[in-house]
């Protein structure tokens, strides 16, 4: 019996080995249709409500005119306003392709910045084939899958250059800064470089909104004290200097965009009741509400999905992890209200409840990497727990990747189909606007000064949550398209 169960163990290990690369290859595939599908429907989006004003002052006043006219009467997001200004530089065919433009380059930063952080984590490449591409295609769907509002976030233009971008430039952050911890003993003109490329890329993120300004400080602070508490002297002194510099970038960004005299003009039009106490309380109730219901609440299926490939990457990779034993669930918790409750802060800072439903894609990045960290965290001590590699480690590798299988399958296949009910409500939308598009530019080519339109029979601005062009002149999306088609006024005829 002991010769043919040892002749058995290499065949069990090339069939449980055949079995991994399968579940890796069912990962890739259905996390890779349900990006491509949302890059796909992306495409059919088009000019809505706000995003008229933004294409009328890239075209008309140019990237750095526009930029100083809206400084001084709406906002001082200089990041978001310098982007959607070269938007509309760049004219609709660009606008239409951005959603495609940010969600690969998420794609593509968050695998190179997934390689450093496996780099530093003394990774080895033998237990994947893809590890740093399949942990980026894992986070960027599965946070697009998890985000209950994302016809907002990511089809719009208005949220998805203010609220996306920014995750874009800090998931490249996160890379660099692993880069860097992970240099031996780097000289003063590396950590000079270093210092300079962290700080440009958190002032350029805080540039892009109040909301990540406030939510990235709080990342960055709890960060800080992480490395207080846990990194070594050597590491520590570097990295304490370096994060004082991106803490100086952000502090230079929130004096520019406080300053901005148009910051009086846009909360002009919110009242929020100055009550401390009420708004303190609040905050509370709502930032753990908040948590709640991005574990629990906005997509359930995706978070036990989420929560599983987690775990699975930390039991595939074995990275070389801190022995911070049971205290990292108790941390973790600390750590994901510590970014909830400044998000919610901002809500109620700014218009006395939470801020609306298209940020939200901003916590739940920072929640993400939180539950991928705990995640991996499981999955090392998992291997730690079952050392025998020929016994139990391997029935429990084939019970999580079994239970793995179907829960991505399950959260996939509810999110892609979801996609693919709005599908062809932005097809038909795309198709009107265009046709529509091409009657207003033809009529201004023709010196027609007031255009009138008939009432859209596919009109995604209900569903997006916004407002569009109306039937008053004076309606300010009405003058910001008129604007951008040189016209002197543009309406819509009231249904009948």
């Known amino acids: 019996m002991q010769p043919s169960q040892q002749e058995n163990r290499p065949s069990s290990r090339s069939g449980a080995a055949l079995i991994s690369r399968l579940v890796e290859?069912?990962?890739?595939?259905?996390?890779?249709?349900?990006?491509?599908?949302?890059?796909?429907?992306?495409?059919?989006?088009?000019?809505?409500?706000?995003?008229?004003?933004?294409?009328?002052?890239?075209?008309?006043?140019?990237?750095?005119?526009?930029?100083?006219?809206?400084?001084?009467?709406?906002?001082?997001?200089?990041?978001?306003i310098l982007v959607k200004n070269f938007a509309g530089m760049a004219g609709i065919q660009f606008i239409q392709l951005l959603p495609l433009i940010i969600l690969l380059?998420?794609?593509?930063?968050?695998?190179?910045?997934?390689?450093?952080?496996?780099?530093?984590?003394?990774?080895?490449?033998?237990?994947?084939?893809?590890?740093?591409?399949?942990?980026?295609?894992?986070?960027?769907?599965?946070?697009?899958m998890l985000h209950p509002y994302a016809v907002q976030s990511v089809y719009w233009?208005?949220?998805?250059?203010?609220?996306?971008?920014?995750?874009?430039?800090?998931?490249?952050?996160?890379?660099?800064?692993?880069?860097?911890?992970?240099?031996?003993?780097?000289?003063?003109t590396r950590l000079t470089a270093y210092m300079v490329l962290t700080s440009g890329l958190s002032f350029a993120a805080a540039g892009f909104s109040e909301t990540f300004l406030v939510v990235q400080t709080a990342a960055l602070s709890l960060f800080s004290i992480a490395l207080l508490l846990f990194s070594r002297r050597s590491m520590r002194n570097r990295m304490l200097l370096l994060m004082s510099c991106n803490f100086a970038a952000i502090v230079l960004a929130a004096i520019i965009i406080i300053a901005a005299p148009g910051n009086a003009v846009r909360m002009s039009q919110f009242s929020v009741a100055a009550d401390a106490g009420?708004?303190?309380?609040s905050t509370i109730m709502y930032g753990i509400s908040f948590v709640f219901a991005a574990l629990f609440v906005f997509a359930p299926a995706t978070t036990v999905a989420f929560a599983g490939l987690s775990v699975w990457l930390g039991y595939r990779l074995r990275p070389a992890l801190p022995p911070l034993n049971r205290y990292v669930p108790v941390l973790w918790l600390l750590a994901t209200l510590g970014i909830a409750l400044p998000f919610v802060a901002v809500g109620m800072v700014f218009v006395g409840t939470l801020p609306p439903a298209r940020t939200y894609i901003i916590p739940l990045?920072?929640?993400?990497?939180?539950?991928?960290s705990l995640g991996i965290w499981v999955g090392a001590r998992l291997v730690r727990a079952f050392p025998d590699a020929a016994g139990k480690r391997r029935r429990l590798t084939s019970v999580l990747e079994m239970l793995l299988v179907?829960?991505?399958?399950?959260?996939?296949?509810?999110?892609?189909?979801?996609?693919?009910?709005?599908?062809?409500?932005?097809?038909?939308?795309?198709?009107?606007?265009?046709?529509?598009?091409?009657?207003?530019?033809?009529a201004a080519a023709q010196g027609i000064r007031d255009i009138q339109l008939p009432p859209p029979v596919h009109?995604?601005?209900?569903?997006?949550?916004?407002?569009?062009?109306?039937?008053?002149?004076?309606?300010?999306?009405?003058?910001?398209?008129?604007?951008?088609?040189?016209?002197?006024?543009?309406?819509?005829?009231?249904?009948?």
Not at 34 to 59: E, K, M, N, Q
Not at 162 to 183: D, E, H, K, N, Q
Not at 470 to 486: D, K, M, T, V
């Open 25 to 80: 290859w069912i990962v890739l595939l259905c996390l890779g249709v349900v990006l491509i599908l949302h890059i796909f429907t992306s495409t059919f989006t088009r000019l809505i409500a706000d995003d008229y004003c933004t294409a009328a002052f890239g075209l008309r006043d140019g990237l750095i005119g526009g930029l100083v006219l809206q400084y001084q009467t709406w906002a001082g997001q200089f990041s978001n």
């Open 105 to 144: 380059s998420w794609l593509l930063t968050a695998t190179w910045a997934f390689r450093q952080v496996f780099l530093l984590l003394r990774v080895g490449e033998s237990t994947f084939r893809l590890p740093a591409f399949c942990a980026g295609l894992i986070f960027v769907a599965c946070l697009i």
């Open 157 to 188: 233009m208005a949220a998805l250059v203010p609220y996306v971008s920014p995750l874009v430039i800090f998931t490249l952050w996160i890379g660099c800064v692993a880069r860097f911890m992970g240099s031996d003993s780097p000289g003063r």
């Open 278 to 281: 009420n708004m303190i309380g």
């Open 365 to 372: 990045f920072f929640i993400s990497i939180l539950l991928m």
């Open 406 to 442: 179907v829960s991505i399958v399950v959260a996939a296949i509810v999110n892609a189909g979801d996609t693919l009910r709005v599908l062809p409500a932005f097809q038909s939308f795309a198709a009107e606007w265009d046709q529509r598009d091409t009657q207003v530019r033809s």
């Open 459 to 496: 009109d995604l601005s209900e569903r997006i949550g916004v407002v569009t062009i109306s039937a008053s002149p004076e309606f300010w999306i009405n003058q910001c398209a008129a604007r951008l088609y040189g016209v002197d006024t543009i309406i819509v005829a009231e249904a009948d």
